[in-house]
């Protein structure tokens, strides 16, 4: 990459994962360019805030369905040394219900846009550079009114393998974070919808019983875009908590006094020194 302060591209970055990460990354001295769809007073307080504090940053409307729009961000000589595409959209409804039109919109907004994304930020990293794709829990989990987002997540977790062997040559990195449930607007605007249960009675079933942060998500990016990921490619990193290790019946769910107490391991090793032959029986 070059010598000059480095440079990145966060679609979506006027709030939740993608404002944390262009702050992270701001004082870490990127040059940072956020995009945002609807919001420009939001995305204008996070580069206010980036400013005040000493960084570099600008926020540019983009909407990523357009193709016009993504060559746009790269028009009059922009280049990124980083791209992080984390926007994303979509109809959350059960499969009978999306429409063609949804089905199309959410493919271009999450599948087509990062590909397109890909495609003209290569063309000016001709000293290497990072690409990370942010998906979800729902590219390898299959839940309620998740369909079309979900598929989408998992197209790009497909497109960063593709990517990742394709670039490799010329020093260009492409991952993916999947996060698990993220406290974010976006995890509450879904659990928000008709029939969802309770957010906490969901969490509750995560290993480490928590939503994760918005912190936690950014500072995973922040990490495949340093140096010591260097040597990192097509890899799918997941920050769920140990949500999608586990499967019913859930822990938390167990009825702890009907489970029989472990046996002492010292008492088992007396027992082996005092049985041997019947413990080369068994």
Do not use: C
Not at 93 to 118: E, I, M, Y
Not at 176 to 198: C, E, K, W
Not at 204 to 214: E, N, Q, S, Y
Not at 259 to 271: G, K, Q
């Amino acid at each position: 990459m070059a010598d000059s302060a480095p440079s990145a591209l966060i679609t979506g970055g006027s709030r939740g994962m993608g404002a944390r990460l262009a702050v992270l990354l701001a004082a870490d001295g990127v040059e940072v360019t956020i995009t945002y769809r609807r919001d420009a007073d939001s995305a204008a307080t996070v580069v206010d805030g980036i400013r005040d504090a000493g960084g570099s940053a600008r926020a540019i409307r983009v909407e990523l369905e357009s193709a016009d729009d993504i060559a746009a961000a790269f028009a009059g000589g922009s280049s990124f040394d980083f791209v992080v595409a984390n926007a994303a959209a979509s109809a959350f409804k059960p499969v009978a219900g999306l429409t063609a039109a949804n089905l199309q919109r959410s493919w271009a907004t999450n599948v087509r846009s990062f590909v397109l994304l890909a495609q003209h930020a290569v063309q000016t990293m001709t000293a290497g550079g990072r690409i990370v794709a942010i998906t979800s829990y729902g590219a390898q989990r299959a839940f309620p009114s998740y369909g079309a987002l979900g598929a989408d997540k998992a197209a790009l977790e497909s497109w960063v393998r593709h990517l990742a062997a394709e670039l490799g040559p010329r020093g260009i990195t492409v991952n993916a974070v999947n996060g698990g449930l993220i406290d974010t607007d976006s995890l509450h605007h879904f659990y928000r919808q008709p029939g969802m249960p309770d957010l906490p009675e969901v969490t509750a079933r995560v290993p480490l019983g928590r939503a994760g942060t918005a912190e936690e998500m950014a500072r995973t990016v922040r990490f495949l875009l340093s140096p010591g990921a260097g040597y990192i490619t097509g890899q799918t990193i997941v920050v769920d908590g140990g949500l999608t290790i586990v499967a019913p019946p859930f822990w938390g769910e167990m009825d702890a006094a009907a489970i029989p107490a472990s046996r002492n391991p010292r008492s088992e090793n007396e027992r082996r020194a005092e049985s041997p032959a019947q413990e080369e029986e068994r």
